[in-house]
């Protein structure tokens, strides 16, 4: 009751402000034009099927790729020291680089090859840039996740006979995926959010069709289409998210008991 | 060793080679030497319990056999074969051999059944169903199979550790070592546990028990080894080692031990 009081005086004060601005009128002309909003949704919503397809693609490549740099890690002994180094290479440089710059690299790098055979269109180095970026952070999600399984349970696979890949596919990288499911879930918000970045190759996504219908209405409104359908995206995604780890939280504490 | 079913142990001794034979084993973890020069011949369907107090290489023993630590010199020899020669396979030498640790170890996100039945299925290559009806069996016989479908979470501390054992059996090792299996138990639990050690030493399984359990080391072993800063100091049957043992540390060792009301 307090709480529900509190913010409405919060967001009251704010409401408030903001619409007592002196150009108030001009930016709400600019911003928040209801007609533009409605007729610029379908075309948004239309273009926002370009970034779900760079999302899915990416988030199942992502998933594959950063376990395998994992993976690759961890592996043990000085035999495989070579293996480890590049991978750390990999992970240390796509995590430095800004993501808008491996995708306009990319996108114009490798197209301007022109090695015979390779595709034209840019959209899979747009794919293929968010993957190289989030397997980097997702590899790191896995690596902490595959160390905090304690290494007798490896010690109980391997006494059992089972070979190392055999212990981590059936015993360690199960146990692994399961704690880092939330953490690996806010990665994919953050990959979600940076399709819009491979508007910079020229494929029409969500953020280019609104820049066209902004530049076609003279107005802003559009883009709040765009908020708008990111924020019905995510939240579910972010509470999924919460609610994962608060089941992990109860889960512990019954444990612990 | 056949592939029998489960539920038969080892035949009986068809020659003259030990079980398990060592010789010369040394092993340090950075400049600490854990295990000084470990010689021990286990005769088949023999029970050999390893006592001495906490960091004397108990547990380093029992994992050096199961190849589980890389050893600094010396040989281990299974059955006439040596396990600790170049090129080994380990992991076909780990499924004749079969470990119990201290803390269970089952697979918190597996059933029993699936604790139970990876080991076979995964690193023999049995079928689903055939591992499945041993591993049942396995259960049956230590009344266990109604928790079959359960996660370890849901068990006891005695029936978890009773399910690790049964996990290590359903491999149909030819030796069982067992590190400590009662020490994260609570009391009342112990009981379960060493009933199902002296069922299995009752039917001829091949058995080296590193235990602080001193009444059940007497009454289970056909011999005692008392290990001391990395060396077996004295080894003889339960009644010489407990009655009259030889070495000065070795009647420190059970004076304590009786202090603390454990004999």
């Known amino acids: 009751m307090i709480a529900l009081v509190s913010t409405i005086i919060v967001f009251g004060v704010i409401v408030i402000s903001v619409t007592n601005a002196p150009n108030w009128p001009a930016v709400q002309k600019a911003f928040f034009d209801g007609a533009i909003f409605a007729r610029s949704w379908p075309k948004v919503l239309e273009a926002f099927g370009t970034n779900v397809a760079l999302f899915m693609i990416a988030e199942a490549l992502t998933l594959v790729l950063g376990l395998i740099l994992a993976i690759l890690r961890g592996l043990p002994g000085p035999v495989f020291f070579p293996v480890r180094l590049l991978a750390t290479i990999y992970v240390d440089l796509f995590r430095a680089v800004p993501g808008l710059l491996v995708i306009y690299l990319l996108g114009f790098g490798i197209p301007g090859l022109g090695i015979a055979g390779i595709p034209s269109d840019v959209f899979p180095y747009g794919v293929l840039a968010l993957t190289l970026v989030y397997s980097a952070y997702v590899s790191e999600v896995y690596r902490a996740g595959i160390e905090s399984v304690h290494w007798s349970q490896e010690a109980a696979a391997r006494s059992l006979g089972l070979n190392r890949f055999q212990a981590l596919r059936y015993v360690i990288v199960p146990q692994a995926v399961r704690r880092v499911i939330p953490p690996l879930l806010n990665d994919f918000i953050g990959l979600q959010k940076d399709t819009v970045l491979v508007s910079v190759l020229g494929v029409v996504e969500i953020f280019r069709e609104a820049q066209i219908l902004k530049s076609a209405a003279f107005n802003f409104t559009p883009f709040l289409d765009v908020a708008l359908i990111f924020i019905i995206v995510t939240i579910p995604l972010a509470r999924l998210t919460d609610w994962l780890v608060g089941r992990d939280r109860g889960r512990q504490a019954a444990r612990a008991r | ?263």
């Open chain 2, 1 to 263: 060793m056949t592939d029998s079913m489960p539920t038969q142990l080892p035949e009986p001794a068809s020659g003259p080679r030990p079980a398990l034979h060592i010789e010369g084993l040394h092993k340090s973890f950075g400049s600490l030497e854990v295990l000084r020069g470990i010689d021990l011949e286990v005769a088949e369907h023999e029970v050999v319990c390893l006592i001495g107090s906490s960091g004397s290489g108990k547990s380093t023993l029992l994992r050096c056999i199961n190849l589980l630590e890389p050893i600094d010199a010396g040989r281990i020899f299974v059955e006439g074969d040596e396990i600790t020669a170049r090129g080994v396979d380990v992991n076909r030498i780990r499924r004749r051999i079969g470990i119990v640790f201290q803390a269970f170890n089952l697979f918190p996100h597996m059933s029993v059944l699936d604790n139970v039945t990876l080991g076979p299925r995964k690193a023999r290559g049995r079928k689903r169903e055939e591992a499945e009806s041993a591993a049942t069996a396995l259960l049956e016989r230590f009344g266990l199979v109604d928790k079959r479908r359960e996660f370890p979470d849901r068990l006891s501390g005695g029936q978890q550790q009773r399910v690790a054992i049964v996990r290590a059996l359903a491999m149909q090792p030819d030796i069982l070592l067992l590190d400590e299996v009662t020490s994260a138990l609570d009391p009342e639990l112990v009981a379960e546990v060493l009933d199902v050690i002296r069922e299995l030493a009752a039917g001829g399984m091949t058995m080296v028990i590193a235990t602080h359990e001193m009444g059940f080391a007497r009454d289970i072993a056909n011999r005692v080894c008392f290990l001391d800063a990395g060396r077996i100091l004295e080894q003889g049957r339960p009644a010489e080692i407990f009655s009259a043992p030889r070495e000065a540390r070795t009647r420190q060792f059970l004076q304590r031990v009786i202090d603390a009301g454990r004999l």
